[in-house]
């Protein structure tokens, strides 16, 4: 079975500042892949970013970084020096080995404050 | 190509009526998937389509539902008999085996 934890329900945070939104997943499957995915008021989901379980380096693109870490089952995303624009809900998403869907979190909620 | 877009955006309609959405894919995209969020929810997987063939169905997609791909480019949903629970946004995306774009989803009210 497939399950992707979101704890944070809403977080908010002052302009400038960096905020960490936490998922955890489970999964039986020994190769899979993680997503972030952006759901800004509009509604449209935008894809952040693709791990495969093989890649445990961190990434980092632009403001944006990520932290897989197996030995947790997490996939933390950062955002560094916030600004209003990231204000939107995050979504963390599992697929695995042989599955053509992906399996979603419940998303969190940034609010970023000018 | 501008990425995958829906029709309608917006719909609203009573209980009991049918409904049909659309999506087009990005073209060069073979696979194309439907999705079902509901209110602080993340969205959830409905069917999947490779080319013309519907090659997996969610249990969630009751036999009101039904998702067509007929030349292997746009997909149409259709719900039948709609009810006050099928209040939601429905989101196509299309990709690759790797990864999934959506498009902007089409929010559905029933009264």
């Known amino acids: 079975a497939q399950k992707v934890t979101q704890a944070q329900t809403e977080i908010s945070v002052v302009e400038k500042e960096d905020v960490t939104l936490d998922c955890v997943y489970e999964?039986?499957?020994?190769?899979?892949?993680l997503f972030w995915y952006k759901q800004p008021p509009s509604g449209e989901l935008v894809f952040l970013i693709r791990?495969?379980?093989?890649?445990?380096q961190n990434e980092i693109s632009g403001r944006y970084s990520w932290n897989f870490q197996k030995s947790t089952s997490s996939f933390n995303f950062t955002i560094t020096a916030s600004q209003v624009v990231d204000s939107a809900v995050y979504f963390c998403?599992?697929?695995?080995?042989?599955?053509?869907?992906?399996?979603f979190g419940t998303g969190t909620r940034l609010t970023v404050i000018p | 190509d501008t990425g995958v877009s829906q029709n309608p955006r917006h719909k609203i309609t009573k209980r009991g009526q049918n409904v049909t959405f659309r999506c087009d894919p990005i073209?060069?995209?073979?696979?194309l998937y439907w999705y079902r969020q509901t209110l602080g929810q993340g969205p959830e997987f409905l069917t999947y389509?490779?080319?013309?063939?519907?090659?997996?169905k969610s249990r969630l997609l009751s036999d009101r539902f039904s998702a067509e791909r007929p030349k292997g480019s746009f997909s149409t949903l259709e719900i039948q008999r709609t009810e006050q629970g099928d209040s939601a946004m429905y989101l196509c995306?299309?990709?690759?085996?790797?990864?999934?774009?959506f498009g902007p989803g089409t929010r559905l009210l029933v009264l």
């Open positions: 073209s060069e995209h073979n696979r």
């Open positions: 791990r495969n379980s093989f890649d445990e």
């Open positions: 998403a599992l697929r695995g080995t042989g599955a053509n869907n992906l399996f």
């Open positions: 999964t039986r499957d020994t190769t899979y892949y």
């Open positions: 995306a299309s990709g690759t085996p790797r990864d999934q774009y």
């Open positions: 389509f490779q080319n013309e063939a519907q090659l997996e």
